[in-house]
């Protein structure tokens, strides 16, 4: 690696692998969830099962940190010797941590910080950090290492399934994704995020189990568009561990040149915009 010393710091919505996490000494920005009764941090005092078990009760709100707390972290990090940051968030369409971020990193003196908005949520944000250390393992220079992560903004994709709609509805989150219609007819449908990192239905099929199928379909098409890939599931409650596990057999057996796979729970402050049965697919096309 060259000289430079460069940091990670990613949010707990990017649901970034926990090796990787600590093979690159990442610092996570942790999102809050809020209840009537008391503010929990996402993944730390809180957890999925947790969440899912008292959405029956109470659909909590989700916030970002406050600022003091995120530029502590950034003083941490140039306590640590680090002079550059690259630090990676979940849409700024679906979140305002991306924002955040850049405010608190312009009030930092001599630390130089590349934020990405990465469009992209849950997995398929935390597949940019997968890339970034790689890059950074790989002693690219730093222009370099920030040109590729823009430019691979297109190169990283999730498409998911949510059981029901209702709680994407809730909180405000539906962006795109037309429900009514949905609902009376059965139709369920896949979701990704735009260009513009906002939720959009990409198909739509009748029933749970085509509309899974179709998640698998387009999850296939958007990694065969590259030699390589990365591949990484996701799910949201107990019941829906069998049918992710069977997934992840079929991605593997379909997509024979995958370099890594990663197999994820969605962090409790997404869960709060899905519910339980969430079933996603990420893909990061890699270069040849």
Same mark, same amino acid.
């Given at each position: 690696?060259?000289?430079?010393?460069?940091?990670?710091?990613?949010?707990?919505?990017?649901?970034?692998?926990?090796?990787?996490?600590?093979?690159g000494?990442?610092?996570?920005?942790?999102?809050?969830?809020?209840?009537?009764?008391g503010e929990y941090t996402d993944k730390v005092d809180i957890q999925p099962e947790e969440l899912y078990?008292?959405?029956? =009760? $109470?659909?909590?709100?989700?916030?970002?940190?406050?600022? =003091?707390t995120i530029k502590n972290m950034l003083n941490e990090i140039k306590a640590e010797g680090y002079t550059k940051v690259i630090a990676i968030?979940?849409?700024?369409?679906?979140s305002g941590t991306n924002n955040m971020v850049r405010l608190m990193a312009e009030e930092v003196e001599d630390l130089d910080v590349f934020v990405l908005d990465t469009k992209n949520v849950g997995i398929g944000s935390g597949l940019h950090a997968v890339q970034?250390?790689?890059?950074? =393992?790989?002693?690219?220079?730093? $222009?370099?290492?920030?040109?590729k992560l823009q430019d691979g903004i297109e190169k990283i994709k999730i498409h998911f399934y949510v059981d029901t709609l209702e709680y994407l509805q809730k909180g405000g989150r539906i962006g795109l994704v037309s429900s009514l219609v949905g609902n009376l007819l059965n139709l369920k449908p896949v979701i990704s995020c735009n260009d513009d990192g906002i939720y959009y239905t990409v198909t739509k099929a009748r #029933?749970?189990?085509?509309?899974?199928q179709k998640t698998i379909d387009c999850s296939i098409e958007f990694a065969n568009k590259a030699k390589k890939y990365d591949v990484?599931?996701?799910?949201?409650? %107990? =019941? %829906?561990?069998?049918?992710?596990? %069977?997934i992840a057999e079929t991605m593997k057996e379909m997509l024979p040149n995958i370099r890594d796979f990663y197999y994820e729970t969605l962090s409790p402050a997404l869960g709060v915009?899905?519910?339980? #049965?969430?079933?996603?697919?990420?893909?990061?096309q890699l270069e040849d």
């Amino acid at each position: 690696m060259k000289n430079e010393k460069i940091a990670f710091l990613v949010d707990s919505g990017s649901d970034v692998p926990q090796n990787v996490l600590e093979q690159g000494n990442m610092k996570v920005i942790p999102l809050k969830i809020i209840y009537k009764d008391g503010e929990y941090t996402d993944k730390v005092d809180i957890q999925p099962e947790e969440l899912y078990d008292r959405l029956k =009760e $109470e659909i909590p709100k989700t916030s970002l940190p406050d600022g =003091e707390t995120i530029k502590n972290m950034l003083n941490e990090i140039k306590a640590e010797g680090y002079t550059k940051v690259i630090a990676i968030t979940i849409s700024s369409g679906l979140s305002g941590t991306n924002n955040m971020v850049r405010l608190m990193a312009e009030e930092v003196e001599d630390l130089d910080v590349f934020v990405l908005d990465t469009k992209n949520v849950g997995i398929g944000s935390g597949l940019h950090a997968v890339q970034a250390l790689s890059y950074v =393992e790989a002693g690219m220079d730093w $222009e370099t290492i920030k040109q590729k992560l823009q430019d691979g903004i297109e190169k990283i994709k999730i498409h998911f399934y949510v059981d029901t709609l209702e709680y994407l509805q809730k909180g405000g989150r539906i962006g795109l994704v037309s429900s009514l219609v949905g609902n009376l007819l059965n139709l369920k449908p896949v979701i990704s995020c735009n260009d513009d990192g906002i939720y959009y239905t990409v198909t739509k099929a009748r #029933g749970s189990k085509k509309g899974i199928q179709k998640t698998i379909d387009c999850s296939i098409e958007f990694a065969n568009k590259a030699k390589k890939y990365d591949v990484a599931v996701c799910y949201a409650g %107990t =019941e %829906t561990k069998k049918i992710i596990d %069977t997934i992840a057999e079929t991605m593997k057996e379909m997509l024979p040149n995958i370099r890594d796979f990663y197999y994820e729970t969605l962090s409790p402050a997404l869960g709060v915009h899905t519910g339980p #049965g969430l079933i996603g697919i990420a893909i990061s096309q890699l270069e040849d």
